[in-house]
């Protein structure tokens, strides 16, 4: 059938029907019309064409040899384009569909899983792709289109992106019991200037937070020690390597009896991690739905606070 041919669904639907039930009359039962309305698609149809699909008399209605051959072709043409269909109501209506998201660690191990969780028993049918990484690397998956949208810090946004605030929480000091700093009066940059630090690499946000700080006094913030993820700080704090700066949620004392946290007293140590996503970019109904449910949440103070339990909803 050439491009030029002006064919309709209806008149596809029309001619399987018949050649099925061998009847115009059963067919329109089948397909809610008019015997007539039948009729005439089945003539509007072999005009199209060109070819005489089915033979008529008094008694009878057979298919032509064409109309026989045809018949396979089309329903697998009809079939397809159902099972097209069929997949996009699936994705509308979140039966099916995929996530993709960027994060911080942090947020991949604290933040998500139990919400993906929650989100999942509404809509079994939708998979996550989680792809964890610094903060800037989170910016850049969100600028080039390759995730739906990202959980990080973002200082200066550029003008196409869009940023809904999700968790403000402060940074503070971890050292080991019995470290010199326990004992000093405050903790601020001369003070941390003396001991060993261990702080997080280049291009993640706590570093940018903990530099950002530091240059404001002008001062520079001297690594004993980096790390990419928390846990790998956390590890150097148990070595005595030094003290580590994380953000709150970043650490738990429980791990290890010997562990300690205390308040910085310097401006500027916190973060706030945002939903960033392009402004132009059009999310699919799992991504947008997901979306909406984290954003229906309040603001967080840390990582480890739980998703409020509820009933099912309709995102």
């Known amino acids: 059938m050439g491009a030029s041919l002006n064919i309709s669904l209806l008149q596809l639907r029309a001619f399987l029907a018949v050649s099925r039930f061998g009847s115009f009359t059963r067919a329109a039962e089948v397909l809610h019309r008019t015997q007539p ?16 699909l089915f033979e008529r008399t008094t008694r009878q209605l057979r298919l ?3 109309g026989v051959e045809l018949v396979p072709v089309l329903s697998g043409m009809v ?3 159902d099972d097209v269909v069929g997949a996009t109501q699936d994705i509308r209506h979140k039966r099916t569909g995929t996530v993709r998201l960027g994060c911080l660690p942090s947020v991949a191990m604290q933040y998500l899983p139990g919400r993906i969780a929650r989100f999942r028993r509404d809509y079994p049918g939708v998979s996550f792709m989680v792809s964890d990484g610094l903060g800037d690397q989170v910016v850049g998956m969100v600028m080039r289109g390759e995730i739906d949208f990202g959980i990080t810090d973002v200082p200066n946004p550029s003008a ?7 968790l403000h929480e402060t ?6 019991e019995g470290h010199p ?5 405050v903790v601020d940059i001369d003070e941390l200037s003396r001991h060993d630090l261990i702080l997080m690499a280049p291009g993640s946000t706590v570093r940018r937070i903990v530099d950002t ?3 404001a006094q002008g001062r520079i913030a001297m690594a004993t020690c980096q790390a990419s993820y928390n846990t790998t700080a956390i590890g150097m704090v148990q070595a005595g390597l030094g003290v580590a700066l994380l953000p709150e949620s970043g650490f738990d004392l429980a791990v290890d009896r010997r562990l300690r946290t205390r308040p910085v007293d310097i401006k500027g140590m916190d973060r706030r991690l945002s939903i960033v996503r392009l402004k132009n970019k059009t999310l699919s109904p799992s991504a947008q739905a997901f979306m909406a449910m984290l954003k229906a949440e309040k603001t967080l103070r840390s990582l480890r606070d739980k998703p409020a339990a509820g009933p099912r909803a309709n995102y």
């Open 79 to 81: 079939q397809q384009l």
């Open 64 to 66: 032509t040899d064409i």
């Open 37 to 52: 309305a039948i009729t005439q698609q089945i003539r509007l149809l072999e005009e199209a064409l060109g070819l005489k």
């Open 181 to 185: 700093v326990q004992e000093a009066k």
């Open 213 to 215: 700080a530091f240059a």
């Open 160 to 166: 196409n992106l869009s940023i809904h605030p999700l």
């Open 171 to 176: 940074i503070s000091l971890l050292y080991l």
